[in-house]
Every structure is written in C-alpha cells, then in structure tokens.
C-alpha cells in the first residue's frame, strides 16, 4: 500500500536522520523546498513534520525553520494501549455510561473550559473472562455534531475515539503513570476484595494548537498491568512501527 504523502515525508527525512545524513543540528528542508519535492501543499508539509516533531526526531525555531534534534539516551518510547496493557487477553467490554455532561470543576482545569462548556463522559469496564480488571474513564470537549456511536466508545482506545474528531497525526499526547489505593468506588467496580494497589494510567490529549481535547484515566488492577518500553531508533524498527500503526486491520 503507498504511503500517504505527509507520511512518505515523515519517512524519508526520518530515514536520512538514522543513516547519518542528516545529523544533530542540521537544518531539515524548508517548507517550501519540501512542497517543492513532493509536490504537496504547505498543511501536508506540517502534518509530516509534525509526526517528526512529536516523535522527537526534529525541533522548530519559530521564524528560523525545523533542525535535527539531538537524541536523548535516556528517552524510552513507551507503548500504551488501554486494552493491550493488561496481561492475558480482554474478551469482554461493557460501557457503563456515555452521556453529554457539564463537567466538574477538575475536569474544566484540567480541559482549559469554561463550567458552561459540554463534554463526553465515557466510562467503561474491561474483563478477562468475567473478571473486571480495568475502570476506564474519559472526558472528552464536545462540539455540536461530534458523532457517539456505541460501538466504537465500547471498543476504540482513547486517541482512536479521539480521532474522529481531530486529526491524530498532529495530536501530542502525554501520560501520568502512578499507583493508589482503591477506594469504595473502584473496589466495587473492579470486585476487590483485598488489599490491591492499582495502576492508574492518566492520558491528556491537545491538538495542533496544543489545546486539551480529551482527558482520561483507567485504573488496572496491579496483577493484571504491564507496560513497554524501548530506546532502540533504528531503521528496521521504525519501518515496522509504521507499518504496524498505519495499516493494521
């Protein structure tokens, strides 16, 4: 399957990054100089050198251009997915609430919104089998005529729900990773019985004008939670990862 244009981009100055050929420091190509080559508009040009930005390849110098970033040895690329990141496999989710709410006063810190302002509040319950082993939460800022289908709200991760309102390939997103102790409420959601530390995942979303569009946060109970992550930037990995990201079924 051909790449789409702003990907191909994306690619091919990532592949000169990791061969050496463009090094730390370097000025990547103009804007205009890459319209130029690809034969694209200026909003492709971006969104391929927004996918670079956020993957830490490039850094932006407002009114000067973008440059090779320097690597960072101690930063990991961490794979997150609400319903990956739990051991043994999820074959059931129900979705206990998806309604239109005016949000509590954290929710409107947190989202940069005003009290009047609608949003999405999503929640659901991941199983193994029958046993509940994650409580999902998400807040998402609602527009007249944003779709909410069911179906997806029970089986869509956080930034694919998110997606279908906003364009994902600019989106930044950042993660809290912490453990707590349940309270009343998660202990009668996840069935806990002893004492059980969760892992709590908090995800917040912006869009390219670095605006919060969706907050949320899944508690996993401990002994059914795990994460990865990777330092590797090599050619071959990346390869794989666009493959694995972009034409999934």
Not at 28 to 41: G, P, Q, T, W
Not at 112 to 131: G, M, T
Not at 138 to 164: N, S
Request: contains cysteine; hydrophobic residues 40%.
């Amino acid at each position: 399957m051909k790449l789409p244009v702003y990907l191909k981009i994306a690619a091919d100055i990532r592949e000169k990054i990791l061969k050496g050929e463009l090094r730390p420091g370097d000025a990547i190509y103009s804007e205009h100089e890459l319209c130029r080559e690809y034969n694209a508009s200026r909003m492709t040009v971006r969104k391929g050198l927004a996918i670079l930005l956020n993957e830490g390849y490039i850094y932006s110098i407002q009114g000067k251009g973008n440059y090779v970033k320097e690597p960072e040895h101690d930063k990991y690329v961490l794979y997150f997915n609400e319903i990956k990141s739990i051991t043994g496999k999820v074959n059931n989710m129900k979705l206990l609430k998806a309604d239109i709410i005016k949000p509590p006063g954290d929710i409107c810190n947190l989202l940069q919104i005003s009290e009047s302002k609608n949003v999405v509040l999503i929640e659901r319950l991941f199983y193994e089998d029958d046993e509940p082993v994650a409580y999902d939460k998400k807040f998402l800022v609602y527009f007249k005529g944003m779709p909410i289908i069911e179906k997806e709200l029970i089986f869509y991760t956080f930034p694919e729900l998110v997606a279908k309102s906003f364009d994902v390939y600019t989106m930044k997103k950042e993660l809290t990773i912490y453990a707590k102790m349940p309270d009343e409420f998660l202990k009668d959601k996840l069935k806990i019985s002893e004492i059980m530390p969760l892992m709590v995942v908090e995800q917040k979303l912006y869009n390219k004008d670095n605006r919060p569009v969706g907050f949320g946060t899944v508690y996993f109970r401990g002994d059914y939670f795990k994460l990865f992550a990777q330092a590797s930037l090599s050619d071959d990995n990346n390869k794989k990862l666009v493959k694995e990201n972009f034409f999934s079924p």
